[in-house]
């Protein structure tokens, strides 16, 4: 009779030593994924404006062998502000896979959220992981991310702002941090007299795809830069205020995606507020595809 492994769980720790040990750990369980650097770290659980990183580590034999964060974020949710949590970063070693680990992780993530007044958390979940998400963590799957493919430029938002009741709140230092990402560059361009968009690179020749757009103001001006001109754009997120008619973009089927992704929402309030998709706003910008 196999003996019950034995575990410990800890708080995510931002020092210096243990970013430099979670970029080791990530190599470990994802030797595909060459983005998760020390620097990268660095920059997303300790330099983030709204707070540091949340989440737990799971140790065997005092061995990192699996890992959950997430990061704060601000959203007006129904003309209020709100702080909420945005997941991101799971591993589990190979050898510690199919222990439950993930899940323990989690629930102590969450309740520790509740507990520092954390209100709701949102994530862009894989086909392969929404379901763990759903099913044993009580998600609410809002909807599978649009992925559009075309040429030029989608017509901005026309129906009034007051009419979206989710969205992501950026101000001067959360958008300076957010675009300060060590792993990726930005472009910024202003496309009419009052709007501009940001694009990066998609690691696909000939195609950018767009992350971000918004009206131009103080703190944006000085952003915008030289913008690298590729016929072929690429936008992810949900927002159904924009236009996109007389525009050369078609929707991606799935076949074409590497894998379909789905927004999912978890409100750690009495509340239970369930997000309606035809009255939010959710782009590139906001998660940690580009």
């Given amino acids: ?5 034995e575990y410990t769980y800890r708080e995510v720790n931002i020092e210096e030593s243990q970013l430099r040990l979670y970029s080791i750990f990530f190599k470990k369980c994802y030797k595909r994924n060459k983005h ?9 659980y300790s330099s983030n404006p709204e707070g540091n990183a949340i989440g737990f580590d799971a140790f065997f034999n005092d061995q990192i062998v699996a890992h959950y964060a997430c990061i704060p974020v601000k959203y007006c949710i129904n003309e209020n502000e709100t702080k909420g949590l945005l997941s991101l970063n799971t591993a589990t070693h190979p050898n ?10 989690a629930k102590k993530t969450y309740d520790f959220a509740l507990e520092n007044n954390f209100k709701f958390i949102i994530g862009v979940a894989n086909s392969q992981s929404s379901h763990g998400f759903l099913k044993r963590l009580d998600f609410e799957l809002v909807k599978p991310l649009d992925v559009k493919l075309g040429i030029g430029f989608p017509n901005t938002s026309q129906k009034k702002t007051d009419e979206c009741k989710f969205y992501r709140i950026w101000d001067r230092d959360s958008f300076y941090w957010r675009k300060s990402n060590p792993g990726k560059g930005y472009d910024f361009k202003k496309i009419t007299n009052n709007n501009f968009i940001i694009t990066t690179n ?6 950018r795809a767009i992350v971000y757009e918004s009206k131009v103001n103080s703190y ?9 001109f590729n016929p072929l754009k690429i936008w992810i997120g949900i927002d159904s205020f924009k236009n996109w008619n007389n525009r050369l973009y078609f929707n991606l089927p799935d076949r074409m995606k590497i894998s379909p992704l789905n927004l999912i929402f978890k409100d750690l309030t009495e509340r239970k507020i369930r997000l309606d998709p035809d009255s939010i706003k959710f782009t ?6 580009y």
Avoid: E, P
């Avoid at 998760?36 to 997303?44: C, F, N, P, V």
């Avoid at 944006?220 to 830069?225: D, E, G, H, K, L």
């Fill in 1 to 5: 009779m196999n003996k019950k492994l």
């Fill in 36 to 44: 998760l650097t020390y620097d990268y770290l660095k920059w997303l």
């Fill in 96 to 105: 510690h896979q199919r222990k439950g680990l993930f899940l323990k992780l």
């Fill in 202 to 207: 998609t690691g696909m020749l000939g195609i």
């Fill in 220 to 228: 944006f001006i000085s952003t915008i830069r030289k913008f690298y």
């Fill in 284 to 289: 590139g910008f906001d998660f940690d595809a």
